[in-house]
């Protein structure tokens, strides 16, 4: 069944680039149903959406961190990638890939983040 | 941004009871919410999208309903697998939105 795995540094310093990858098995990233997605979680808090992106590259961005942001898919590769620049020590969190699955349901299309990685932990040092 | 308050942020409970937990979105978000289930160190589990529709795979104790601005999920008789942080979540908008979270404990 599909699975998604993050990797990257789980240590960033301060000013820097956060990295991530996000690769995808057992099925392709480039079906043309489904959007990918990165999502945040800061130790002991709630669930913050970063951002999507289509495998034709065509991304939607959470604008509080939309000036340092980038979000990328290779599919080649079967992956997608996050890239978060000038970061500080609110950005240490867990950071989870997921895919975003679109259903017809009573005739509307839905959306929900139906299979997630099971997170990475990015610590951003002084 | 669409605004989601859980209600309550704790709650606690007893194998086989019946618990309900509401989220309320700051606009209407028609059925455009999911929930999801989280338990310590794991990734979050879609439990419910369309604000009712079962997840494959999710026991039917779980159901939810809502439309509009107010949603709940309720489990109708807590397993205590049940016990974990469970979080709604708006996809009628960007920037996606999640609520902030209720524990789910054991009394």
């Known amino acids: 069944q599909l699975q998604l795995q993050e990797s990257g540094p789980g240590l960033v310093k301060s000013s820097e680039t956060l990295s991530l990858a996000c690769t995808v098995s057992g099925g392709s990233i480039a079906n043309n149903r489904d959007y990918w997605g990165w999502i945040r979680q800061p130790p002991g808090q709630g669930l913050e959406w970063i951002g999507n992106v289509y495998h034709s590259g065509s991304t939607y961005y959470n604008p509080s961190l939309m000036s340092r942001l980038t979000i990328s898919v290779d599919p080649s590769n079967n992956q997608f990638s996050l890239k978060l620049t000038s970061v500080s020590a609110a950005d240490t969190a867990v950071y989870y890939c997921?895919?975003?699955?679109?259903?017809?349901?009573?005739?509307?299309?839905?959306?929900?983040?139906?299979?997630w990685g099971q997170g990475t932990m990015v610590t951003v040092s002084s | 941004d669409i605004q989601l308050t859980q209600s309550p942020a704790f709650l606690s409970a007893s194998v086989g009871d019946r618990v309900t937990i509401t989220c309320r979105a700051s606009?209407?978000?028609?059925?455009?919410l999911a929930w999801y289930q989280q338990k310590p160190g794991k990734a979050p589990k879609l439990l419910i999208y369309?604000?009712?529709t079962l997840q494959s795979g999710v026991p039917s104790r779980f159901s939810g309903s809502g439309s509009g601005t107010e949603f709940t999920l309720t489990i109708s008789s807590l397993q205590p697998e049940d016990f974990a942080t469970y979080f709604c979540q708006q996809l009628n908008t960007y920037p996606y939105t999640f609520g902030q979270g209720t524990k789910l404990e054991i009394k």
């Open positions: 997921a895919r975003r699955m679109t259903v017809v349901v009573r005739g509307r299309r839905i959306d929900a983040f139906d299979i």
């Open positions: 606009q209407d978000i028609s059925s455009y």
């Open positions: 369309a604000a009712s």
